[in-house]
């Protein structure tokens, strides 16, 4: 199913999108805080990547979208949701990938939030959370804006609680924690219920 906003449509991930995907994580830019910088082969695009996108879209109507820019009809970046073994639908992770020359004008927030409405509106999901480098302050600021909590730090296999006591905190990111900890947000379903209210009843930045 497409899902459309002001600026953009989201199109699920199709076989044609191997080139896409494979210039998109060509620029050591967009990979900093996937990869390190280095590139997806196309083997493992076509053979894990789209497969593993359109398995799960059949499973439980979730994987990755296309972000498609409805005014040049152009492919910009993708965007995901995805539904961990563990849980299922309740509980989804969101994730997406831009390229460059789009960085900064809203696009990540505007596709993620009509994707926060459908994992909550349409999915019936409780809890959506996403995951970054600490580093990563751009995607951070994205999860910000959509109303999403700092829940956790990891490094490795270590999880520090956000609302744990702070000087642990504070010691392990004082100690470079920072350039090696990953981060992590959620919004549940309650919150998600009030940005609503705060937004007058309106779905925000949908079409
Ligand atoms: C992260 C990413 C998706 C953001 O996309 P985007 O369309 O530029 O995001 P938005 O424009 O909606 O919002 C970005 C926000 O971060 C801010 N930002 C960007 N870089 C920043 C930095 N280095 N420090 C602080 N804030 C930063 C922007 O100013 C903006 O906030 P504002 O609206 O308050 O000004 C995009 O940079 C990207 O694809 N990066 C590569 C892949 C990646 O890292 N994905 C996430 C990894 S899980």
């Known amino acids: 199913m497409n899902i459309d ?3 953009t449509r989201l199109r699920p991930l199709r076989s044609v999108d ?3 995907l494979v210039r998109l994580d060509s620029d050591p830019a967009v990979m900093r805080y996937v990869s390190g910088g280095a590139p997806t082969s196309r083997e493992v ?10 398995a799960e879209r059949r499973a439980h109507g979730t994987g990755i979208w296309s972000i498609v820019d409805r005014h040049s009809a152009r492919f910009v970046g993708w965007i995901a949701l995805r539904t961990p073994r563990h849980s299922g639908p309740a509980e989804l992770e969101l994730s997406y ?3 460059r ?7 990540a927030t505007e596709a993620s939030h ?12 409780d809890r959506v959370f996403a995951g970054t480098m600490a580093g990563n302050l751009g995607s951070r600021r994205v999860m910000e804006k959509l109303g999403m909590s700092l829940v956790g730090i990891h490094v490795t296999d270590e999880r520090i609680d956000a609302g744990g006591p702070q000087p ?15 981060v992590e947000y959620e919004i549940r379903r309650a919150t ?6 705060a937004r007058d009843g309106t779905k925000g930045l949908t079409a």
């Open 114 to 125: 009509a994707l926060l409405s459908f994992a909550f509106d349409e999915l019936g999901s």
């Open 168 to 182: 642990s905190v504070l010691h392990f990111l004082a100690d470079g924690g920072f350039d090696r900890a990953e």
């Open 101 to 107: 020359s789009v960085w900064g004008r809203g696009l």
């Open 5 to 7: 906003t002001i600026r």
């Open 45 to 54: 695009v076509e053979e894990w990547v789209i497969p593993r996108a359109q």
């Open 192 to 197: 998600w219920a009030g940005t609503l209210t």
């Open 97 to 99: 990938r831009l390229q």
């Open 18 to 20: 191997v080139d896409n």
